[in-house]
Structure formats: structure tokens, C-alpha cells
């Protein structure tokens, strides 16, 4: 397990980082308006924009790089992970 502080540190080493979330607590989400983006889509984006914008996303999230060598998970447990290959 890592902790937030480590996703926001590493905002000096990324650049474009991909963004998709899990929607498998779709039926417990009651406001229409959660879903900011489409629920099958994947945002090509700057980590520092993701980190200044990661309140207008789902509450799971899985982030990686276009090298497909790691992920970095973050959970509605509050349960942060990095998984390398």
C-alpha cells in the first residue's frame, strides 16, 4: 500500500499520464451528474492537471503511462497501490 502523499510526489517524475475509472458501484450513484466524462472513456492528460482536477473524477481510478509498466490505483477504501511489471 502506498499512501497520497506518494501520488502527489510523483507529479516531478510524470508527464501525460492515461486515466480510467471502475464503475462497477454504478448502482449506488443516485446523482445523475457524478459522471463527468463517459463511463467507458480513458483521458490522455498531464498529471499535473490530473492531480489538480482528481475531485471531478470517480472516486476509483487506475493511472499509467503509455509504457503499460506500471499503474497507480487509487480507491474509494482509501487504499492506494503501484504495480509494476
Not at 473524477?57 to 474509494?76: A, G, K, M, R
Request: aromatic share 18%; hydrophobic share 40%; with cysteine.
Amino acid at each position: 500500500m502506498i499512501r497520497q502523499e506518494y501520488i502527489r510526489s510523483r507529479e516531478n517524475v510524470l508527464e501525460e499520464v492515461f486515466v480510467f475509472w471502475d464503475i462497477h458501484s454504478k448502482e449506488r450513484i443516485w446523482s445523475r451528474y457524478y459522471w463527468k466524462f463517459d463511463k467507458d472513456a480513458v483521458l490522455k492528460i498531464k498529471y499535473s492537471t490530473l492531480l489538480a482536477g482528481e475531485r471531478y473524477l470517480p472516486e476509483d481510478i487506475y493511472i499509467f503511462d503509455c509504457s503499460f509498466s506500471w499503474t497507480l490505483i487509487q480507491t474509494h477504501e482509501e487504499l492506494l497501490i503501484e504495480l509494476s511489471v
